[in-house]
T-cell receptor, first 112, second 113 residues
Framework: DVKVTQSSRYLVKRTGEKVFLECVQD?????MFWYRQDPGLGLRLIYFSYDVKMKEKGDIPEGYSVSREKKERFSLILESASTNQTSMYLC???????????FGQGTRLTVV | GQQLNQSPQSMFIQEGEDVSMNCTSSSIFNTWLWYKQDPGEGPVLLIA?????ELTSNGRLTAQFGITRKDSFLNISASIPSDVGIYFCAGQRTGAGSYQLTFGKGTKLSVIP
């Protein structure tokens, strides 16, 4: 089975802190994604990566950056956390075009 | 970004009843996917559909890829309490720059024992 693992289930951070969310997949997938999920807004794509060191902006990249130094790992960085970034963050990976994506268990981030 | 139109937004049903939900789009997708999300967890892939007209089952779940490629349906037969959760549809294209999934906003299913 595909396994996508996010480093934390719950995080509480202070406004202005730099926050790192880590995601690792074990199926050698080329594509990895970061979404945030908010009530009433559904899943919104922040960034995705289709290869090592490659990244593309999604629908809501402002306030975020990403890093993909190794194929299995995709990190989401909040440069200076703000309260409006309190959300559920979901990482996903997929093997290629048109084959769907597999999600991690999610990280519930609260910024105070 | 675009989102799919998923309906209904929520459903309350009696245990044992069948459930239907659907997803529509103004544009064509090459792959349709159905996910289920339990509270506090990530979405889990239930069914993937790759061909227009395709009908695929996974236990009590059956999904269809619409013939126009602009819609998909999910049916759950004989619902049980553990079917409770949020069901999402997602569409995916193939071709250059088509890595992204487009999601519906979800159908929240409640099952009354």
């Amino acid at each position: 089975d595909v396994k996508v693992t996010q480093s934390s289930r719950y995080l509480v951070k202070r406004t202005g802190e730099k926050v790192f969310l880590e995601c690792v997949q074990d199926m050698d997938h080329e594509n990895m994604f970061w979404y945030r999920q908010d009530p009433g807004l559904g899943l919104r794509l922040i960034y995705f990566s289709y290869d090592v060191k490659m990244k593309e902006k999604g629908d809501i990249p402002e306030g975020y950056s990403v890093s993909r130094e190794k194929k299995e790992r995709f990190s989401l960085i909040l440069e200076s956390a703000s309260t409006n970034q309190t959300s559920m963050y979901l990482c996903a990976s997929s093997v290629g075009q048109g084959f769907g994506a597999f999600f991690g268990q999610g990280t519930r981030l609260t910024v105070v | 970004g675009q989102q799919l139109n998923q309906s209904p937004q929520s459903m309350f049903i009696q245990e044992g009843e069948d459930v239907s939900m659907n997803c529509t789009s103004s544009s064509i997708f090459n792959t349709w996917l159905w996910y289920k999300q339990d509270p506090g967890e990530g979405p889990v892939l239930l069914i993937a559909l790759y061909k227009a007209g395709e009908l695929t089952s996974n236990g009590r779940l059956t999904a269809q890829f619409g013939i126009t490629r602009k819609d998909s349906f999910l049916n759950i037969s004989a619902s049980i309490p553990s079917d409770v959760g949020i069901y999402f549809c997602a569409g995916q294209r193939t071709g250059a720059g088509s890595y992204q999934l487009t999601f519906g906003k979800g159908t929240k299913l409640s099952v009354i024992p």
